[in-house]
């Protein structure tokens, strides 16, 4: 996934639905500025801090025990997602209205029903907001 991601500096990363917390620890060692996940899970929220702890990243990423449907992604360039395939329609819809144009969306899985693929490898595709 971050292979499609291409972490810049600059880049501010939300994971929705962040489960252990992997792909934050691996955006902020490839340089990210800011990784923010968002899981409902309490057990993997602790085990994912747990995780950040032990790699010395907890000034780089933060884990919120909440989920991203009400939150504001707006403030973000590049957003992660693992989900299933049911929550994609709904996803996308939030993304359109709240991404500002030119932030990457990097998915694992399913794909969203309207939004056109920039590139994709093996099953991850890696969308821009238009």
Same mark, same amino acid.
Request: proline share 3%.
């Given at each position: 996934?971050? $292979?499609?991601?291409? %972490?810049?500096?600059?880049? %501010?990363?939300?994971?929705?639905?962040?489960?252990?917390? #992997?792909?934050?620890?691996?955006?902020?060692?490839?340089?990210?500025?800011?990784? *923010?996940?968002? $899981?409902?899970?309490?057990?993997? &929220?602790?085990?994912?801090?747990?995780? +950040? @702890?032990? @790699?010395?990243?907890?000034?780089?990423? !933060? *884990? #919120?025990? $909440?989920?991203?449907?009400?939150?504001? +992604?707006?403030?973000?360039?590049? +957003?992660?997602?693992?989900? %299933?395939?049911?929550?994609?329609?709904?996803?996308? !819809?939030?993304?359109?209205? !709240?991404?500002?144009?030119?932030?990457? +969306? &990097?998915?694992?899985?399913?794909?969203?029903?309207?939004?056109? @693929? !920039?590139?994709? *490898?093996?099953?991850?595709?890696?969308? %821009?907001?238009?």
């Amino acid at each position: 996934m971050l $292979e499609l991601a291409n %972490i810049q500096p600059n880049d %501010i990363v939300m994971d929705l639905g962040s489960g252990d917390g #992997r792909l934050l620890i691996a955006a902020a060692k490839a340089g990210a500025k800011k990784s *923010i996940g968002y $899981e409902i899970q309490h057990w993997l &929220v602790k085990q994912s801090r747990e995780l +950040v @702890e032990n @790699e010395h990243l907890s000034d780089k990423i !933060e *884990i #919120r025990p $909440e989920s991203f449907w009400h939150v504001d +992604v707006s403030n973000t360039n590049l +957003v992660l997602l693992y989900q %299933i395939s049911y929550a994609m329609k709904g996803i996308e !819809e939030k993304l359109q209205k !709240e991404l500002p144009v030119g932030a990457r +969306v &990097v998915a694992n899985g399913f794909k969203f029903p309207k939004w056109k @693929e !920039e590139k994709t *490898i093996e099953n991850v595709r890696l969308y %821009i907001k238009t």
